[in-house]
C-alpha cells in the first residue's frame, strides 16, 4: 500500500504514519521536504515537489492521499490542477482526506471582522480564495471523485461552552489565535498605519470578542474516492 502525504511540511504527520504502517510505503509530498529527521524509517520517503505543478509520482500508483491545511498554499485557479493530480495518481478504488478550515472566523465581533475583511483582501490581491472550502465538492464531483463525504468540526474559540471538553479545546484555540495575531504584529502594523500599542489592544478586544461572541472556527473534512472503474 502506497500513502502520499501532500504538503507534509515539517513530517511530522508521514513519519507517524510509516511508522505505525511499517508494511506501507509512505511519501511525503513539499516544496520544502524535511533534509535530515530523527528516527526516519526505511518504508518513509520525501520528494520535493511544487503540487501546483505535474506531481513526481506514476498515474494508478496511490492507495490513499492526505492532505490537511492547504488553504493558504493553492490559489483559487490551481485547486482544479490540484485535484486532478489527486485522481490521476491514485490506484482506481484509492482514496483521498483533505482536511481544511475555514479562514473566516464565525459569530466574529467587530474587531474580529475587520481583521477578516482586511485579510480577505490580502488573499484575493494573492489569488486565494477566502471561501475555498465551499467550491471543494463541487470540484472534486467535476473531476471525477465518487463516493465523496463532507463533514464539518465546529471548535470554540475561547472558553464560553459550558461543556467542560468544549471548553477545554476552546482555550486552546483560542491560544493559537492568539500566538497568530502576535506572530503577525509587524505586518499588521505596518499596513494599518497604527502603532504597536494600538495594535495590542485590538488583539486583546479579539480575544474578548470571541468570549462575548461566542467565535468559533470550522473544520471541513472531504473522503473521496476514485472510480474502481
Known sequence: MTIVDV?????????????????????????????????????????????????????????????RNMGQSIQKDQWSHVLSEMLRVLKPGGTIELVEADLIHHNPGPVQRAFDEFYQNQCAENGLDFAFTGIINKELEAIGFSELDHRTLDIPIGEWPQDSELKQFGFINKEIQKAFLRNRKSFYVSKWGITPEDYELAVQEVLTEFEDYHGFSRFNCWIAKKPAA
Not at 511540511?9 to 513539499?30: F, P, R
Not at 520544502?32 to 503540487?51: V, W
Open 7 to 67: 504538503g507534509t511540511g515539517n513530517g511530522i504527520w508521514a513519519l507517524e504514519m510509516a511508522s505505525e504502517q511499517l508494511n506501507c510505503k509512505v511519501i511525503g509530498l513539499d516544496l520544502r521536504p524535511p533534509s535530515e529527521q530523527q528516527g526516519k524509517p526505511k518504508n518513509l520517503n520525501y520528494h520535493e515537489a511544487d503540487i501546483t505543478e505535474i506531481w513526481p509520482l506514476e498515474s494508478n500508483s496511490v492507495d490513499f492521499i492526505f492532505q
